[in-house]
C-alpha cells in the first residue's frame, strides 16, 4: 500500500548566484523538469523562485543545486525576509572584498607596467612569472564565482555571463603566461587586463546590488507594518504575547502609538488609525464600536480593545504582502521576449568575439591583436542590463503601485493596462456608494408619517437587504413595534402583524398597488395596512462624490467611458446623463456582462472593467484589465487583476497612467540594454579602427558593461519617486 505526500500548491525558493538572464532560464528549465510542477518563475532581481504544483520541496532545492546554483525553500514571508536580507549582505561584503582586492592588485600591476614596461625578456621573465603567480592568485579569489558558475554552465551544456567573464580573462591570462614562458619582441602581457576586469565586474555587481535593495523598500515597508507582540486580556488581565500566537476571539489592546497586529472587530472605546501604508489614505479614519479594524494600521489616537478576527497569514495585510510578491514574481509579455533572446545571447556572443578575432587574424594582425578583440567583445557583452530590465520595472512598479492603494494581483495587466481605451463602470458600489438612503416619504389619505416610519422600520429590521438597512437606518429615532408572524418575500417585500393591523411592505405588486407616476430613478417601496396602502418610501442610490469628476478627467484623457448594470434603462439613463458617461448598457443580466464585454472587445476596443459584486465577475475576468473596487465581494477581487485597496475611485485615477509609465520604463531599460549591445559589440569588435585607428581597450569594455547595468537599476527607480 502506497501513500502520496501532499506539498504546498505554492512554493517559494531563494536562488543563491544567479548573474544574468541566462541563469535564470537555467533555473526555470531545472524547475519545470521536477515532478509535479505546474509553473515556474525566476526572478533575478529578488533571487528567488515561484513554484506552482505538488512538488517535494527537496526536489525542488536538487534541481537547482544539481546545475550549480545554491537554493533553499522559504516557509513564509518573514523568512524570506531575514534570510534575503543575510543572503544580500554576505554578497555584498564578498564583493566588496574581491572588487577591492582586484583593484588593488590590478592598479599596481598597472603602476609596474608604467615603470618596467609590459613586454617579457630573458631578463624579468622570472619576475613576470611571480607576477603571474600573483594575478593568478588574485583571480582565483575575485573571480572564482565566475569560474565555477561557467564550469556548471558548460557542465549542463548551456551557458551564462559566467561563460563570458571566465573564457575572456582566463584565455588573457594564458596568452600572458605563454608569453612570459616564451618571450616574443614587442609583445606586452595582459595579467593587469584579467585582474582588472574582474575588479571592474564585481564592483558593478557591488553597486548594483545596493541599488536593488533601494527597489525592495516598498515591500519592506509593508512587512515594517506588522508588529512583533501585542497586548491581550484573558480575564481582565493583560498579557503581552508574540502578535503570531494571537488566535481569532481574543481581545487585544489597541493604545495610541500601537500598530494594530491582526484584523478585527473593535469591541470598546473609539480610535483614530492611519492607514496610509495600506490603503494609501492620507487622513486619519475614526473608528468606533463594530467597525473593522486591520493590521498593521497604527493607532494615532484613542484607545479600545478589538476582537482578533483573521490572523496570521489571513490579515489584509498579510493577503496584500502576498500578493504583491506573487505579482513581482511573475513576468509580464515583455519578458517572454528577453527570454527568447536571453536563451542564445551568450552563443552568439562567443561566435562573434571568436569570429572577429579570426577575421583580424586573416587581415594580417598579430595574435595579441586577435586576443585583445576577442577579449573586448566577450566582456562587454552585457546579458546582465537585458536580464534585468523587465523584473527591477516590475518589483518597482508593483510596490510604487501598492504605495498609492492599488494591489497588483496579475503583472500583465500593468501593460495591457497602458493599452486601454474603454472603461467599463458597473453602477451600484462603482459610480453610487452602494448604500441605498431614503429621499422622501409620502402619505396617502392624511395617514401619520411618524407612524408610517414606524411601521416601516418594525418590520424592515427583521430584513437584511440593502433597502431594509437604509430604512431602518433613516427611522433610528422612532420607536419601532412589537411585531408577529413575520413572513419575508424575497424580491417583493415583508409582512407581519402589529397589534390586529396586518402590514405590508415591498414593491407595487407586492401591495397590489398601481400608481400613475412620473419617470423615476428611486425604488419606490410602499406600506400597506390591512391591504390598504397609506404611504410610499423612495429609497436611492447615491454618487460617489468624486465620480462626475473622474469620469470627465479620463473623458479628457482620452478615454470612452461606458456604465453596464442590470438597472432599468430609465435609471440608467439618469445616471448616464449626470455623469456625463459616452454610452450606457442597461437591464443586462449577470451572466450577460461578460458577452457585452466580448462585443466591446470584437469592436477593437481594449477595455478595462470596473465593478465590486458577484455579479460582475464574469465581466471582470473577461476584460483586458478587471479592477475591483474596495470593500468588493471575495470573488470580484479575487477574479480582478487589480484592487483599488481604499474606497472610492481615486486609486483609479492613478492606476492607469502609471501603467503607461511603468510599460514606457520597462521598454526604456530593454531598448538601452539591446542598443548598448548592438552598439557596443561592433565597436570592441574593431569596426572603427580602420578609419581611426582606435581600439577598445579590455578595462574600457568591463566598466562599460558594468555602467549598462547600474542604469538599467537607476532607470527602474524612477517609478518609486
Not at 703 to 708: D, K, W
Request: proline fraction near 3%.
Amino acid at each position: 500500500m502506497t501513500s502520496t505526500a501532499h506539498y504546498s500548491p505554492e512554493q517559494q525558493l531563494l536562488i543563491d548566484g544567479m548573474h544574468c538572464a541566462a541563469c535564470v532560464q537555467r533555473v526555470e528549465k531545472a524547475l519545470l523538469k521536477v515532478e509535479k510542477v505546474e509553473f515556474a518563475s525566476v526572478n533575478l532581481a529578488d533571487q528567488t523562485a515561484f513554484v506552482q504544483g505538488n512538488a517535494n520541496p527537496e526536489a525542488l532545492v536538487a534541481a537547482v543545486v544539481k546545475i550549480g546554483f545554491g537554493a533553499e525553500v522559504l516557509e513564509s514571508e518573514e523568512e524570506r525576509r531575514i534570510k534575503q536580507q543575510a543572503q544580500t549582505q554576505r554578497v555584498l561584503e564578498h564583493k566588496r572584498t574581491q572588487f577591492m582586492l582586484a583593484l588593488v592588485v590590478g592598479f599596481a600591476l598597472v603602476a609596474f607596467g608604467f615603470y618596467k614596461g609590459m613586454t617579457v625578456n630573458e631578463t624579468n621573465r622570472s619576475l613576470w612569472l611571480g607576477l603571474a603567480v600573483i594575478s593568478l592568485a588574485t583571480m582565483y579569489f575575485s573571480g572564482k564565482d565566475f569560474f565555477l558558475g561557467a564550469f556548471s554552465a558548460l557542465k549542463n551544456r548551456s551557458a551564462n555571463m559566467d561563460v563570458l567573464v571566465a573564457i575572456s580573462t582566463g584565455t588573457a591570462w594564458l596568452y600572458s603566461c605563454w608569453l612570459t614562458l616564451f618571450p616574443q619582441p614587442n609583445t606586452h602581457v595582459y595579467f593587469e587586463a584579467s585582474v582588472m576586469i574582474l575588479g571592474f565586474i564585481n564592483l558593478g555587481k557591488y553597486l548594483e546590488l545596493k541599488a536593488k535593495q533601494r527597489s525592495s523598500l516598498a515591500l519592506e515597508k509593508l512587512l515594517d507594518l506588522a508588529p512583533k507582540q501585542a497586548v491581550i486580556f484573558e480575564e481582565n488581565i493583560a498579557k503581552t504575547i508574540p502578535a503570531k500566537a494571537i488566535k481569532p476571539q481574543m481581545r487585544v489592546q489597541a493604545l495610541t502609538g500601537d500598530r494594530l497586529a491582526v484584523d478585527g472587530i473593535l469591541e470598546s472605546g473609539s480610535i483614530w488609525v492611519d492607514e496610509s501604508m495600506l490603503t494609501g489614505e492620507a487622513l486619519p479614519v475614526e473608528k468606533k464600536i463594530g467597525d473593522k479594524v486591520r493590521a498593521g494600521t497604527l493607532v494615532q489616537d484613542g484607545s479600545g480593545t478589538y476582537i482578533a478576527e483573521q490572523v496570521g497569514s489571513q490579515t489584509a495585510l498579510a493577503r496584500v504582502i502576498n500578493a504583491v510578491r506573487h505579482a513581482q514574481s511573475s513576468k509580464p509579455p515583455l519578458a517572454q521576449f528577453v527570454d527568447k533572446i536571453a536563451a542564445v545571447f551568450v552563443p552568439v556572443v562567443v561566435s562573434i568575439a571568436l569570429l572577429s578575432a579570426l577575421i583580424w587574424l586573416a587581415l594580417g594582425q598579430d595574435f595579441a591583436f586577435a586576443l585583445s578583440i576577442f577579449t573586448t567583445v566577450l566582456i562587454i557583452a552585457c546579458p546582465c542590463a537585458l536580464g534585468l530590465a523587465i523584473p527591477l520595472s516590475t518589483i518597482a512598479g508593483v510596490a510604487r503601485a501598492a504605495e498609492f492603494g492599488v494591489l497588483v494581483r496579475n503583472i500583465q495587466a500593468l501593460q495591457a493596462g497602458s493599452e486601454i481605451d474603454t472603461l467599463v463602470f458597473d453602477k451600484t458600489g462603482t459610480l453610487t456608494t452602494g448604500q441605498m438612503e431614503v429621499t422622501e416619504v409620502i402619505t396617502f389619505n392624511d395617514f401619520d408619517k411618524n407612524h408610517l416610519i414606524a411601521l416601516a422600520k418594525s418590520l424592515e429590521q427583521h430584513a437584511s437587504h440593502p433597502i431594509a438597512k437604509a430604512i431602518v437606518k433613516f427611522a433610528e429615532n422612532q420607536t419601532a413595534c412589537e411585531v408577529s408572524e413575520i413572513q419575508v418575500e424575497k424580491g417583493l417585500g415583508i409582512q407581519g402583524k402589529v397589534g390586529e393591523d396586518k402590514i405590508k411592505i415591498g414593491n407595487a405588486v407586492f401591495v397590489n398597488f398601481l400608481e400613475k407616476t412620473t419617470a423615476c430613478t428611486a425604488t419606490l417601496i410602499y406600506v400597506a395596512v390591512n391591504d390598504e396602502v397609506v404611504g410610499r418610501i423612495s429609497v436611492q442610490d447615491q454618487l460617489r462624490p468624486e465620480a462626475k469628476s473622474t469620469i470627465q478627467q479620463f473623458q479628457a484623457e482620452g478615454y470612452q467611458c461606458l456604465m453596464l448594470t442590470g438597472d432599468r434603462q430609465e435609471t440608467a439613463d439618469y445616471f448616464a446623463k449626470e455623469l456625463g458617461l459616452n454610452g450606457v448598457i442597461a437591464e443586462v443580466l449577470p451572466e450577460q456582462k461578460a458577452e457585452k464585454i466580448r462585443a466591446l472587445q470584437a469592436e477593437g476596443k481594449k477595455v478595462a472593467m470596473i465593478g465590486d459584486g458577484i455579479n460582475d465577475a464574469p465581466a471582470l475576468a473577461q476584460a483586458n484589465v478587471g479592477i475591483a473596487m474596495h470593500n468588493g465581494s471575495d470573488i470580484a477581487v479575487e477574479t480582478a487583476d487589480l484592487s483599488l485597496m481604499r474606497e472610492g475611485l481615486a486609486p483609479l485615477m492613478q492606476i492607469l497612467p502609471f501603467s503607461k509609465k511603468v510599460l514606457k520604463n520597462m521598454k526604456q531599460s530593454l531598448l538601452g540594454a539591446f542598443i548598448y549591445n548592438v552598439i557596443a559589440i561592433p565597436i570592441a569588435a574593431g569596426v572603427l579602427y580602420p578609419f581611426t585607428g582606435w581600439l577598445l581597450n579590455p578595462m574600457i569594455a568591463a566598466i562599460a558593461m558594468t555602467l549598462s547595468s547600474i542604469t538599467v537599476v537607476l532607470n527602474s527607480q524612477r517609478l518609486l519617486k
